[in-house]
C-alpha cells in the first residue's frame, strides 16, 4: 500500500468527507473507489480502441444491424 498527498481546494475536499460519510466510508475509501472506478474505465476504453482498430468494420456493422433489428421485434 502507497500513501499519496494531493492537495484539493477546501469546498471539494469538504464535499468527498461529506459524501464518503453518507455511505458510511472513509475518505480514504471514497477515494481509493473512485480511483479504482476511473482506472477501470480509462482500461475499457482503451480495450475498445484497440478492438475497434483491429476490427473488420463491415462485420461490426452486420452485428449492429441485427442488434438494432431484434430490438425493434421487443
Same mark, same amino acid.
Do not use: W, Y
Given at each position: 500500500?502507497?500513501?499519496?498527498?494531493?492537495?484539493?481546494?477546501?469546498?471539494?475536499?469538504?464535499?468527498?468527507? %461529506?459524501?464518503?460519510?453518507?455511505?458510511?466510508?472513509?475518505?480514504?475509501?471514497?477515494?481509493?473507489?473512485?480511483?479504482?472506478? %476511473?482506472? %477501470?474505465?480509462?482500461?475499457?476504453?482503451?480495450?475498445?480502441?484497440?478492438?475497434?482498430?483491429?476490427?473488420?468494420?463491415?462485420? %461490426?456493422?452486420?452485428?449492429?444491424?441485427?442488434?438494432?433489428?431484434?430490438?425493434?421485434?421487443?
Amino acid at each position: 500500500m502507497s500513501t499519496l498527498t494531493i492537495r484539493l481546494p477546501d469546498d471539494t475536499a469538504q464535499r468527498l468527507k %461529506a459524501l464518503a460519510r453518507s455511505r458510511g466510508s472513509s475518505t480514504n475509501r471514497l477515494v481509493e473507489q473512485l480511483s479504482v472506478h %476511473a482506472l %477501470a474505465v480509462r482500461d475499457t476504453e482503451n480495450h475498445f480502441r484497440a478492438m475497434a482498430a483491429a476490427g473488420d468494420v463491415h462485420r %461490426a456493422l452486420e452485428v449492429l444491424d441485427r442488434l438494432d433489428s431484434e430490438d425493434k421485434r421487443n
